[in-house]
């Protein structure tokens, strides 16, 4: 089993930062990309930001300039700093790890950690 846990959500003003951890942790794998998702309320799941094991990181327009993503392999964890956050930004983020585990590729879901942008 594969368990991903989130971590850092919760309440910030408008213009403030936040940082978001996530860490992938169980049986032996090894991880190619991970990313971060958000949903709002009464809107779909939709990518923030991706970072593959190798190359170079993706951002939806609404996250760049102002949300960076990275990560570490050695802890297999993934981060994404969060600034000039926007009450627009208020939303369950999600982590995602597409993980090779005994042959078989798959993506792995957290349970998700909510931000609130307000003042």
């Known amino acids: 089993q594969v368990q991903l846990v989130e971590s850092g959500g919760g309440l910030v003003q408008p213009g403030g930062s936040m940082r978001l951890s996530c860490t992938a942790s169980g049986s032996p794998f090894s991880i190619a990309s991970m990313g971060w998702y958000r949903q709002a309320p009464g809107k779909e799941r939709e990518l923030v930001a991706s970072i593959p094991s190798g190359g170079s990181t993706s951002y939806a327009d609404s996250a760049k300039g102002r949300f960076t993503i990275s990560r570490d392999n050695a802890k297999n964890a993934v981060y994404l700093q969060m600034n000039s956050l926007k009450p627009e930004d208020t939303a369950v983020y999600y982590c995602?790890?597409?993980?090779?585990?005994?042959?078989?590729?798959?993506?792995?879901w957290g349970k998700g950690t909510l931000v609130t942008v307000s003042s």
């Open positions: 995602l790890a597409v993980i090779t585990r005994q042959g078989t590729i798959a993506p792995y």
